[in-house]
């Protein structure tokens, strides 16, 4: 029976760290420090900053993680090093802000949706620069189709549940696959730090916050 209990933990720490995964960071040790801070920061350490958890925050973090590990292949992130484009999605942008370490105000992070990845991450002193995005079909359509509709209010409460419902089975998929399979990393020579200096992104995650429950 002890043997039957220590299996069943065995088996739940697994599949907790399948669904929470997690990157390695380096970061300074105090506010005039050293650049000998350690710490590990995971899904739901994001998912804290940005409200909740959800498939784009999922894709953000995988994503993000791959282009990192180019840049830094010892995989332990100097985020005092590196600087990423996003695209506007709250859940991209977030995910920029915290694995990297990016700011705008110091010039290492900046969005603009014209980027044809998700993300493009640079590691500044030898300019190494990587773009990374999912790969097409990966990501079922109707989950594009029916955020757009409820971007612009056109989403039934019943049907914002199902998109959920929809976007959380997405997610166990992002959970179940090989990273090394579902996204492209490529390098990108040459490339040029433009910072773009926008407010106006829609921020789409709240739009619906005020949508009345389902009722069937």
């Excluded at 088996?11 to 105090?30: G, R, W």
């Excluded at 350690?38 to 958890?53: E, P």
């Excluded at 990016?102 to 603009?112: I, L, S």
């Excluded at 971007?151 to 199902?162: A, Q, R, T, V």
Aim: glycine share 6%; charged share 20%; aromatic share 10%.
């Amino acid at each position: 029976m002890k043997y039957i209990y220590t299996l069943i933990a065995i088996i739940l720490v697994q599949v907790s760290f399948a669904q929470n995964p997690s990157i390695k960071v380096l970061d300074t040790d105090f506010s005039k420090g050293r650049l000998a801070n350690q710490q590990t920061i995971s899904l739901n350490d994001v998912a804290k900053f940005h409200g909740h958890l959800c498939d784009g925050l999922v894709v953000g973090f995988l994503g993000l993680m791959e282009a990192l590990y180019k840049i830094y292949p010892d995989s332990i992130i100097d985020r005092t090093n590196a600087r990423v484009v996003s695209k506007s999605s709250p859940c991209l942008t977030d995910i920029a802000i915290y694995l990297s370490g990016g700011r705008y105000q110091f010039n290492t992070f900046y969005v603009d949706d014209s980027i044809k990845y998700a993300f493009i991450v640079q590691r500044i002193d030898n300019e190494k620069t990587y773009g990374v995005k999912l790969k097409s079909g990966v990501k079922p359509t109707v989950i594009d189709s029916l955020g757009n509709l409820a971007n612009n209010g056109k989403l039934s409460s019943c049907l914002i549940d199902s998109l959920h419902k929809m976007e959380n089975k997405f997610i166990e998929k992002l959970y179940e696959s090989n990273a090394h399979e579902i996204f492209i990393v490529e390098e990108i020579s040459n490339f040029i730090w433009q910072p773009v200096l926008k407010n106006t992104f829609i921020k789409t995650d709240v739009l619906n916050k005020q949508k009345s429950n389902c009722k069937q």
